[in-house]
């Protein structure tokens, strides 16, 4: 199983989601719907801390 971090879009609010190993703090990513440029934050952090937990879960 691939982790994966999911991230709110502020624009369209689409959830997009990168793969552990290509997430990069600070870096601004595109969202795939609206083409906004999302910057990954703290708030990133915390679901990822979630995203985390049920990773481990498997
Ligand atoms: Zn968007």
Do not use: H, N, W
């Not at 994966?4 to 601004?28: H, M, N």
Request: net charge negative.
């Amino acid at each position: 199983m691939e982790l994966r971090i999911g991230f709110e879009c502020p624009q369209c609010q689409k959830i997009l989601s990168v793969d552990f190993s290509d997430y990069i703090p600070t870096e601004a990513r595109s969202c795939r719907k609206c083409k906004q440029s999302v910057v990954l934050t703290d708030l990133t952090l915390k679901d990822f801390a979630s995203d985390l937990r049920q990773y481990c879960e498997f």
